[in-house]
């Protein structure tokens, strides 16, 4: 099989209990599950394209764009990695028609073990992919809130007791932290909330459980990437967050190379 396109981040779904990943290349949907065990290749083709405008880059900004829309693209606005900064209640946006559907809407907050346990926020929309790009284990929601600045300001809060730098190579080697109780870990959070905050809380949500497709890990990962070889193949050993577990402890972040094209091949 032969595909080319520009990369984007998986897609992702819980099939049967186990996560299911899907690569776009152009017009084509690969299923990479089914690539598990298998050979494959993917070689860089020596071209970025902005994943918001679509225009040739020679460098990608903040996961895919050009310089120009990391600057202006409402999607790489200040608020999408610091959610306590979003003003888009107040009604001050780059593009507020984009903030209505992106920031105005409910978020949830949530607790989520990847490699430690740390607080996160996301798009009710976003239920549970967030937590399959970030490799989480385990994840429960533990309040929903009106916008994104709410999210923000409880996950700010929050961090000072949930403090965990998710580690990708602890993530990626599939060390779980089968000791967090993630039940009592939400009755914690909610307890510690000030009162204003307090109101958004949920506590009868469920614990995720994700199972990602993989035959092995890593034991000490090594990151690659397509600025430093053009061609980047061997066997697929698993796929775990966003990343393309090969043989030889080699992993590939797909999402650190959003716009870059690329043409796969397989067996
Ligand atoms: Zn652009």
Not at 198 to 211: C, G, I, P, T
């Amino acid at each position: 099989m032969e595909a080319q396109g520009n990369l984007l981040k998986m897609k992702a779904e819980i099939a049967e209990d186990k996560v299911e990943y899907q690569l776009r290349l152009s017009d084509d949907l690969v299923d990479m599950n089914q690539l598990v065990g298998k050979e494959i290749t993917l070689a860089f083709q020596n071209q970025i394209n902005c994943v918001a405008c679509g225009k040739l880059t020679s460098k990608s900004f903040a996961e895919g764009f050009c310089y120009n829309c990391f600057q202006t693209a409402p999607e790489a606005e200040d608020c999408v990695l610091r959610p306590e900064t979003c003003r888009a209640h107040l009604g001050e946006a780059r593009d507020m028609a984009f903030a209505e559907s992106h920031c105005l809407i409910p978020h949830y907050v949530y607790l989520a073990v990847s490699s430690g346990i740390k607080v996160g926020i996301t798009r009710s929309t976003q239920i549970p992919t967030r937590w399959i790009d970030q490799g989480a284990w385990k994840a429960v929601i533990i309040a929903e809130v009106p916008n994104r600045h709410i999210a923000g300001v409880m996950e700010v809060f929050l961090k000072d007791y949930f403090a965990d730098k998710t580690n990708w190579r602890t993530m990626l080697k599939n060390e779980l932290a089968e000791t967090i109780d993630l039940d009592a870990e939400r009755q914690k959070a909610i307890e510690l909330l000030p009162e204003e905050l307090k109101q958004y809380a949920k506590n009868d949500e469920k614990v995720w459980q994700l199972n990602y497709p993989a035959e092995a890990y890593p034991l000490k990962p090594k990151s690659l990437t397509f600025d430093k070889e053009a061609q980047i193949g061997g066997v697929l050993k698993g796929i775990k967050g966003q990343y393309l577990l090969l043989d030889n402890d080699r992993v590939l972040n797909i999402r650190k190379h959003n716009g870059y094209l690329v043409k796969l091949t397989t067996d």
